[in-house]
Nanobody
């Protein structure tokens, strides 16, 4: 299963960006999709996840500013990021966990997209 992320870029503090990530391959089902990020010198950390049923789990640092959503028919997850802060600067990675057509579980990562928040 391959994940293709897009939507990163340079934005000023207080601005907005929307990330997208589409999964492709021999997919039977995707249970959880999510976004993680890694800033220079830091470990990768959870940003937000969403289940097939729409239940979400957001990091405290992004609550009220970021919104995760998904289109199950398109195997795509989105991250709407508002009120961006310089500390949100990081490489953002999408993740998908599920089962392929022959019943083998997968845990796949996208290639990462850079988000830079700076004036």
């Amino acid at each position: 299963v391959q994940l293709q992320a897009s939507g990163g870029g340079l934005v000023q503090p207080g601005g907005s960006l929307r990330l997208s990530c589409a999964a492709s391959g021999i997919i039977r089902s995707i249970n959880t999709m999510g976004w993680y990020r890694q800033a220079p010198g830091n470990q990768r950390e959870l940003v937000a996840t969403i289940t097939t049923g729409g239940s979400t789990n957001d990091a405290d640092s992004v609550k009220g500013r970021f919104t995760i959503s998904r289109d199950n028919a398109k195997n795509t997850v989105y991250l709407q990021m508002n009120s961006l802060k310089p500390e949100d600067t990081a490489v953002y990675y999408c993740n998908a966990r599920g089962t392929n057509l022959i019943g083998i579980p997968f845990n796949s990562w996208g290639q990462g997209t850079l988000v830079t928040v700076s004036s």
